[in-house]
């Protein structure tokens, strides 16, 4: 079965990446180059530490909002899925959030924290954050009751209920939130240095385009959704080595 999924996954990327370069050799348009040329471009960057000097600069806000986002968005999420009154007072502002066209917030941004690194973190958490409170609400609220009567008739405590009955059972759509979220944690990444400081790999893509240089720009764009995938399967994995066996649904399915 290990060995279908990944057939399936090579082929799957075969055929996505066979009709790249067929649409750059027709071509759909003259600043779509083919995936060799794209690939060829990604080489070279890689080779002489471009790409590397890009990501020092990415990364940076990147890893501080997505880690503020995962903990106090998890947090959050937990306290609206277990009070009533949390719940009616938060849940519509990430609701909100997550509908809003949050890249208008930007230059407002900019306004109050300036072009620095304060202003991008914020940028991938307002993206990040929403999706990853919302989920665990739900996953908490949806916790099977008879799970939290048991522990209790066993005189668990309130804190021995959220940590082994709770989170475990939530896990799934936990984990499913933070996916969500990274994903969008690295648009929100992108986005803030293509709108406020064109650094990193934002500056790459924003220069690339601006001196026809496509292949260099569709390779730093498809270097961003390599990484992102990466940090997905990371997380997939991290989730199955703290609940294993809990990871295709509720504890009590």
Same mark, same amino acid.
């Given at each position: ?192 240095? /293509? ?34 995938? /990466? ?23």
């Amino acid at each position: 079965m290990a060995h279908r999924s990944l057939l399936l996954k090579f082929l799957s990327a075969f055929l996505v990446f066979g009709a790249w370069e067929i649409a750059g050799r027709i071509p759909v348009s003259y600043a779509f180059p083919t995936f060799v040329e794209s690939m060829g471009a990604l080489a070279r960057m890689a080779f002489d530490g471009t790409l590397l000097q890009a990501y020092t600069e990415t990364l940076k806000p990147l890893a501080i909002g997505i880690a503020i986002s995962a903990v106090t968005g998890i947090a959050i999420g937990l306290w609206i899925g277990l009070s009533n009154w949390f719940d009616w007072l938060f849940s519509p502002i990430f609701i909100v959030m997550q509908a809003a066209p949050l890249a208008a917030l930007i230059p407002l941004l900019v306004m109050m924290y300036g072009i620095g690194l304060t202003s991008k973190v914020f940028v991938v958490c307002i993206m990040a954050m929403p999706v990853i409170v919302l989920n665990t609400a739900g996953a908490v609220r949806n916790t099977p009751s008879s799970l939290t009567e048991m522990g209790r008739s066993f005189q668990a405590s309130s804190l021995e209920v959220i940590l082994k009955i709770v989170i475990p059972a939530a896990s799934p759509v936990i984990f499913s939130g933070l996916r969500l979220g990274v994903s969008a944690g690295f648009i929100g990444a992108i986005l803030s240095e /293509l709108k406020i400081t064109p650094t990193g790999v934002g500056d790459i893509i924003t220069y690339s385009r601006s001196i026809a240089d496509y292949a260099s720009m569709y390779a730093a764009i498809f270097s961003i959704i390599v990484l992102a995938v /990466l940090f997905l399967n990371l997380l997939e994995k991290i989730e199955h080595f703290l609940f294993e066996g809990n990871t295709r649904g509720y504890a009590s399915d």
